[in-house]
């Protein structure tokens, strides 16, 4: 298996690409995720669920019903990447379908789920699914409030975008809870270490 890999914010001011959006200058201090290689997601957030991606109707059906984490990646090699949003550029254009064209190369490495997560609910993660037929490849969860983000410590403003508050780019290989490695990217925009085509060297 590759050696861990950690990435974080660096101390340098961000600098916005030809194109993208600029969220603004962070030094390395202000942003410290409380997940890295070796914890356990289940024990660091014990009380926090996710919303399987559905209709209204399959929500009402289920009586609103989520996701314990444990159910997610107990026993399981799981890769889950989170961003910041539904219906935004970089996530529609490049996150999710690296994922969801990698996804061959995935299964013939065991991994069991590959999971896409989003401050979003349910309803929007779903169509948005359907609308890149990605459905069939990837599990979509939404994180409607927030909790999982921010008991990770992987929240992120974005109010300068008018999104308010979501997460950070990001990328995670997991077996049974356990992070064997995270890749955060230094600015939301940006679309360097999060992709699949990264996060399979790494497994």
Known sequence: MASTILKRTSCSAMKSMAGSLRIGVTPFRAFAAKVEAGTDIVAAAPDVSLQKARSW?????????????????????????????????????????????NIGKFRDEKVDSVICVAVNDPYVLNAWAEKLEAKDAIEFYGDFDGSFHKTLGLEKDLSAALLGPRSHRWSAFVVDGKVKVLNIEENPSDFKVSGAEHILKQI
């Open 57 to 101: 109707d399959d929500g009402v059906a289920s009586k609103f019903s989520t996701t314990p984490l444990k159910d997610i990646f107990r026993d399981r090699r799981v890769v889950i990447f989170g961003l910041p949003g539904a219906y935004t550029g970089v996530c529609s254009q490049q996150h999710v379908p690296s994922y969801k064209n």
